[in-house]
């Protein structure tokens, strides 16, 4: 019981009242050293697990795994260019042919410093640590993305808050399916950055990337 509770509690912490702290208007530099001590105290739990190796997922995996991800990104293109088209025409593919240098930063930064970590934090760890508190497998996903949609309320775009709730659930699928947090952080990073491809980074409030 002390461990269900005591699970609740971080949970709440770490991902509902820390994200809605984000709205405050206190200093950047303490937001930041809290994220950062929140992040430290995910990976010191994940190492004690053993959940940090590189591990590449069994080949049973990659074939339904690019399948799948084919099938959805194919959806999530014509979807979101028709998006840009008729929302701002003048965005469609603007970076990659305006500052191709840019836009391959862009994607590097997005890859490695955005989609790790958050793979980390909102499957590889939520799923670990509070995964024994739903057995319903549909509501553990929708608590996950609503919860993933959250941290991005800082931003104050409705359309992030839509398109991470998306990507939560697609994301948190997957995860739940293979429990591999490389297919989904691969899954992760080829929406994200086709969407900064066909020119939405700035719709998405990423700096730099109108």
Do not use: C
């Not at 997005?110 to 939520?126: A, D, G, M, N």
């Amino acid at each position: 019981m002390q461990s269900t509770i005591y699970r609740g509690v971080e949970l709440f912490l770490l991902f509902v009242l820390l994200p809605l702290s984000f709205l405050y208007p206190y200093p950047i530099q303490v937001k930041m050293i809290i994220t950062v001590l929140g992040f430290i105290y995910i990976l010191i739990f994940l190492k004690r697990k053993g959940h940090l190796k590189l591990r590449f997922p069994d080949r049973e995996y990659w074939k339904p795994f690019w399948k799948e991800t084919i099938i959805k990104l194919a959806i999530v293109m014509i979807v979101t260019g028709l998006y840009v088209f008729f929302v701002a025409p003048d965005k469609l593919f603007s970076v990659v042919i305006k500052n191709p240098q840019l836009w391959v930063i862009i994607l590097f930064i997005y890859t490695f410093l955005s989609v790790w970590p958050q793979e980390i934090i909102y499957r590889t760890f939520f799923y670990e640590r509070y995964s024994g508190l739903i057995t319903n497998k549909w509501l553990f996903i929708f608590i996950n993305a609503t919860l993933f949609s959250l941290a991005h309320l800082f931003l104050g775009s409705f359309l992030v808050q839509l398109l991470t709730f998306i990507g939560g659930v697609l994301f948190a699928y997957t995860y739940q399916k293979t429990k591999s947090t490389t297919l989904v952080s691969v899954e992760h990073a080829i929406y994200g950055n086709w969407l900064f491809t066909v020119g939405m980074g700035e719709m998405l409030a990423f700096p730099g990337a109108g």
